[in-house]
Nanobody, 127 residues
Framework: QVQLVESGGGLVQPGETLRLSCEVS????????MGWYRQAPGNQRELVAT???????RYAEPVKGRFTVSRDNAKNSVYLQMNSLKPEDTAVYYC?????????????????????WGQGTQVTVSS
């Protein structure tokens, strides 16, 4: 019904940049808050950044000033521009949307789909 597809991860050196993309596919009416989380080996999944439908941004302290989250509502997409990458940014990055209003073919109306996740994309920062 709703799928999140991420792209843009990879291996970079410290100080370099990456841009992650996530597209929400399906018969979408609207999307509430979109965001990015990450999980390093042995650690819990943690918030990186979120952006509301109205464009309000929120960042975790370790990435403030280096990462920028943005979205394109016409494309049902969210992005994460990551600058000045550090080895401690190494993790699997996951796209998340807290609520998607998706067309329900059975009820013939838009219904909420809660807490959807992408499959994750690996970001490795190493010299």
């Amino acid at each position: 019904q709703v799928q999140l597809v991420e792209s843009g991860g990879g291996l970079v050196q410290p100080g370099e940049t990456l841009r992650l993309s996530c597209e929400v596919s399906g018969s979408i009416g609207s999307i509430n808050t979109m965001g990015w989380y990450r999980q390093a080996p042995g650690n819990q999944r943690e918030l990186v950044a979120t952006i509301t439908e109205g464009g309000s941004e929120r960042y975790a302290e370790p990435v403030k000033g280096r990462f920028t989250v943005s979205r394109d509502n016409a494309k049902n997409s969210v992005y994460l521009q990551m600058n000045s990458l550090k080895p401690e940014d190494t993790a699997v990055y996951y796209c998340n949307v807290d609520r998607v209003w998706a067309w329900d073919q059975r009820t013939k109306r838009y219904s909420p789909v809660e807490d959807s996740w992408g499959q994750g994309t690996q970001v490795t920062v190493s010299s």
